[in-house]
């Protein structure tokens, strides 16, 4: 028997549960990964809240629960090339990462991805980075962010922004980021300018950049997409990865599966040379992965929430 979280029905964290499950194994085309972490993100709860968001991901009850992960290859199944047991790995597995156990289809699927960590990375860093990391380089590739503009990136100080403030700082950009008052110092130490969130933000930017900003991100909701417009950014220069397919003005949709495809490449050679940080908020152990949630679901957090075996 191994240990999981596992939901029967769709709701807030209390639907969560730590279960003793029957141990799985790789079959072919599989291996099995001894997780250590699990990063969390906000489609995670997403996905347990809301029956639509999950049949978006193929995903229905019973299921297991997070994406993000990193642990040790512990089984190998018939066919698979390039890993072997003890290699340390990280990537996706889809309802599956909070647990003892993950099994991951091997080459990556549209559901699970798994590639080596690398020498220099922890187990912990490394679980944060798929997900919001490449979410991240999508968001500032789907803007093309150049070296001595001013960018606007709306919930910096969150996942996914902690990420787009210091890549887009890594691309020369001048950064203002919408935070809260309370985050604003944090927002200061990873490099950018703050700016409050709420009615009145096109105003607030203005008095910081009075010149104009060349690009917009939004990875929370709507208001720095519509602030951004406002201020007269061309809507092929605004990006937003939380506003569904159809986002306000005709600005650009995107999201993780969008990233070029030597941006983990480049972000964990960033965290491993001390270009990047990864701020991690929280850990908690697998018992408490309704607290973890509750936190990370708050969307008050600086930085990452993880779960740790």
């Not at 029905?9 to 209390?14: E, I, L, M, Y």
């Not at 789907?142 to 606007?152: F, M, Q």
């Not at 990865?241 to 993780?256: K, L």
């Amino acid at each position: 028997m191994s240990r999981a979280v596992i939901y029967e029905k769709f709701g807030g964290p209390d639907v969560l549960e730590l279960r003793e499950v029957a141990e799985r194994h790789a079959g072919p085309g599989q291996v099995r990964i001894a997780v250590k972490a699990a990063g969390l993100n906000p489609m995670d709860w997403l996905i347990s809240s809301t029956p639509q968001v999950a049949g978006m991901f193929g995903v229905s009850v019973p299921a297991g629960f997070g994406y993000d992960f990193a642990g040790v290859v512990d089984e190998v199944g018939p066919g698979v090339e390039g890993f072997a047991v003890g290699d340390r790995v990280f990537g996706g597995a889809m309802a599956k990462a909070v647990a003892d156990f993950a099994i991951v289809d091997v080459p990556s699927t549209s559901v699970d991805a798994l590639f080596h960590t690398p020498q220099g990375l922890s187990d912990q860093v490394a679980s944060t980075v798929p997900t919001p990391g490449m979410t991240a380089a999508a968001a500032l590739e789907a803007i093309d962010v150049r070296a001595g503009e001013t960018v606007l990136i709306g919930g910096a100080t969150g996942g996914v922004g902690v990420f787009a403030v210091q890549l887009a700082k890594l691309a020369g950009a001048r950064v203002i980021g919408t935070a809260s008052p309370g985050t604003f110092d944090f927002l200061r130490e990873l490099g950018a300018e703050p700016v409050a969130y709420g009615p009145g933000l096109a105003d607030r930017v203005r008095e910081l950049a009075p010149d104009g900003i060349a690009a917009a991100t939004d990875l929370f909701g709507t208001e720095t997409a519509e602030a951004a417009l406002e201020l007269g950014v061309p809507a092929e220069r605004i990006s937003t990865i939380a506003a569904g397919p159809n986002p306000p003005g005709g600005v650009r949709a995107t999201g993780g599966a969008n990233a070029g495809p030597e941006a983990l490449g480049r972000i964990t050679g960033a965290i491993i040379e001390g270009r990047i940080t990864v701020p991690i908020a929280a850990t908690f152990p697998m018992e408490q992965v309704r607290t973890a949630v509750e936190l990370q679901a708050g969307r008050h957090v600086h930085g990452k929430v993880l779960i740790v075996m």
